[in-house]
């Protein structure tokens, strides 16, 4: 891959930790959700979390290709 598809996987890192974030934020102003909601939208951030990982992981393979 070129240096340009690592900025690219760089970019995708980048939007989904900001999703991770306003995840985050909007789940700290939450009161009384059901344990069911709970476990989802914990799942759903750890999820985003395994993303960017994985772009990052991804994007300095790119990189040094």
């Given amino acids: 891959m070129s240096e340009a598809s690592a900025g690219h996987l760089r970019t995708f890192a980048a939007d989904a930790e900001a999703l991770q974030q306003r995840l985050h934020d909007a789940l700290a102003g939450l009161d009384g959700l059901t ?27 790119a990189a040094s290709a």
């Fill in 35 to 61: 344990p069911t909601a709970s476990f989802q939208l914990g799942e759903a951030f750890a999820s985003l979390g395994s993303a960017v990982r994985t772009l990052e992981a991804a994007a300095g393979e």
